[in-house]
């Protein structure tokens, strides 16, 4: 009788809830709202933790065993600092090499608009792609007038100048320090992160019955190896793509082979629509040296992105997060029509946690059954 009269106090605590959410949802999204604003540098840094503990665990298993104690109690220390240093080489090898050549690209193809301009009219193949009536506007553009026009604008808007500014320092200023306080939490994570999950463990011995306990285990364990093997795949994959661009650019003598291989394997990080970002640069700066090569280079990168796309991203990605090829695909572009490039980098681990989770679930019942 006791236990009854307790599941009757639960179950009209929640509907109480559930009412009072509902009558007040938009009160309670606002709160919701707030709360993750004053909880975004942690959630950052959790996120930053998370990525960098990868590279850290493996440092870690490869550190040399040694007696020494002021060595073996740095061991922590030196491990994600050697993540860390990993990481910021990794995006200053990028800078260093693609920014350079991006902006003198840029103000090469600042400087030949027009030429481009006569390339575009003068070929007959890419004219018989353009509507006349665009045609007509395109050959009636003056490059002077267009740039007077352009001064003008700017000039116009110049008395917002001051404020625009100050927004955009405020702006700066405001993620700067969201930023600091990220990292800055995420060492603290990294450090701590056996006691951490010690502190969890014995919170969850204390409130929770063994049965809820261990499926909470399962659930995070799940997503832990879920979202462990896709960011190690993904950057495997990243790696093949930049590899294959690369290779296939040498072979068809397009120019700047070496620093746009290395482009789209870094925006190939991007599920899917990554290397066509990186394209979209690589175009802009191939326009500069060779215009007439730029169609079969978006040509070959069409190419290669649905060979990627449906044969080496579901393998490799898919295989390692033990997902079929199908839902894969499924959920890249679900994701992605939800919730953008952030959807297209989460869903991938989330539906293979919970397809595994219920693949357990059904081989435990099948089991049962037997």
Avoid at 149 to 161: C, H, K, P, R, T
Avoid at 266 to 285: D, E, K, Q, R, W
Avoid at 317 to 345: K, R
Wanted: net charge neutral.
């Amino acid at each position: 009788m006791k236990k009854d009269y307790k599941k009757y106090i639960y179950l009209t605590l929640s509907l109480f809830i559930l009412w009072f959410v509902i009558h007040y949802w938009h009160s309670f999204t606002i709160i919701i709202n707030l709360l993750l604003v004053a909880m975004e540098p942690i959630i950052i840094g959790a996120v930053i933790a998370y990525i960098v503990n990868i590279p850290m665990t493996f440092f870690e298993w490869h550190f040399p065993k040694t007696d020494n104690k002021i060595l073996n109690k740095s061991k922590r220390l030196l491990c994600m600092l050697a993540a860390i240093i990993s990481f910021v080489i990794i995006v200053a090898l990028l800078c260093v090499i693609v920014i350079p050549e991006l902006i003198s690209a840029l103000s090469v193809l600042s400087k030949g608009i027009p030429q481009v301009i006569d390339f575009i009219t003068s070929n007959e193949t890419i004219m018989s792609f353009i509507p006349k009536d665009t045609l007509a506007q395109i050959q009636a553009i003056d490059e002077q007038q267009l740039v007077d026009s352009l001064v003008n604008l700017f000039l116009s808007g110049a008395g917002d100048i001051t404020q625009s500014l100050i927004g955009f320092l405020s702006s700066a200023l405001a993620t700067i320090s969201t930023f600091v306080i990220a990292i800055i939490f995420s060492i603290y994570l990294l450090i701590g992160k056996e006691t951490l999950l010690k502190q969890i463990q014995r919170f969850m011995n204390v409130y929770f019955k063994p049965q809820y306990k261990n499926t909470i285990n399962l659930i995070f364990t799940t997503l832990n190896n879920s979202f462990h093997k896709f960011i190690v795949g993904q950057c495997i994959e990243a790696m093949i793509i930049g590899i294959l661009c690369m290779i296939g650019m040498f072979i068809l003598q397009f120019p700047y082979a070496s620093m746009i291989g290395m482009l789209i394997g870094f925006t190939a990080l991007i599920p899917v629509a990554g290397a066509y970002i990186g394209a979209a640069v690589g175009a802009v700066m191939i326009m500069t040296v060779s215009p007439s090569s730029v169609i079969p280079f978006l040509i070959y990168i069409v190419v290669l992105q649905q060979f990627e796309g449906n044969i080496i991203y579901p393998r490799v990605v898919g295989t390692s997060l033990g997902l079929p090829g199908l839902w894969v695909l499924a959920a890249v572009t679900v994701g992605g029509s939800i919730f953008g490039i952030l959807g297209m980098l989460v869903a991938v681990p989330l539906v293979s946690a919970i397809y595994n989770l219920i693949k357990m679930d059904m081989n435990a019942k099948e089991m049962d059954l037997q």
